[in-house]
């Protein structure tokens, strides 16, 4: 079965400042991954995903990851947080039968400092 | 705009009191779906349609069932709730079931069990 680690689960940053947050997978194939952001009582919104084309992948709201097959890694970054940034986000893969299941990590909260 | 919309936002029932969450589309994907999230984790899968066809994942409880009457709505059924069960209720709809399509989220039915 795949599973997803996402290491921190609070990140602290100043408004300004780059946003790193960790996703690692583990996956037997080739696997997509996805970043997705919950703001409080609300759904979840796709950020971003990887479908194994650019390893570089450039979301919404000026997120990107990059998928690292040697570091099994697919870190999301944003070079300036913004307060509207803060929010809890979750990295997830892909399995099952048809491939459309979504294993989420235990997801990180991001808070934005002014 | 095209949409996943979840009725109730909030609702509270009592332990053991059968209760059904509500779940519409406007988008006319062919694929819905029923997560569990608990107080600050990451969202399971219990079970999801594509189209008629009722796909339930392995460890979701019995005391979970789900209708599908058409394309449009989805209801999850909980015969007995238990405090256990309470969480919020995340539905959502994609396309087609490839671990391509994106998955669209509602707001989520957050429900106490008193």
């Known amino acids: 079965a795949q599973s997803v680690t996402q290491l921190g689960s609070h990140v602290s940053v100043s408004e300004g400042a780059l946003v790193l947050l960790r996703c690692n997978y583990s996956?037997?194939?080739?696997?997509?991954l996805f970043w997705y952001v919950q703001y409080p009582n609300q759904g979840l919104q796709l950020l971003l995903k990887?479908?194994?084309?650019?390893?570089l992948v450039k979301g919404i709201n000026g997120f990107e990851a990059e998928f690292k097959k040697s570091e099994t890694s697919f870190h999301l970054t944003k070079p300036s947080a913004h307060m509207s940034d803060a929010a809890e986000y979750f990295c997830a893969v892909s399995e099952g039968r048809y491939g459309n299941k979504l294993v989420f990590g235990a997801g990180t909260i991001l808070r934005v400092k002014s | 705009d095209a949409m996943v919309i979840q009725n109730p936002r909030y609702q509270v029932t009592q332990f053991g009191k059968p209760v059904t969450l509500s779940c519409s589309q406007t988008?006319?994907?062919?694929?819905m779906y029923w997560y569990q999230q608990k107080s600050s984790q990451a969202p399971k899968l219990l079970f999801h349609?594509?189209?008629?066809?009722?796909?339930n994942e392995a460890d979701t409880p019995d005391n979970f069932q789900s209708r599908r009457p058409n394309t449009s709505f989805c209801f999850l059924d909980i015969r007995s709730p238990g405090l256990g069960d309470a969480a919020m209720y995340l539905c959502a709809t994609s396309r087609e079931a490839g671990a391509i399509d994106t998955q669209y989220f509602g707001p989520g039915t957050r429900l106490t069990v008193l």
């Open positions: 990887y479908t194994s084309a650019a390893t």
């Open positions: 988008l006319n994907h062919n694929v």
């Open positions: 996956s037997s194939v080739p696997p997509y």
């Open positions: 349609y594509y189209d008629k066809d009722f796909n």
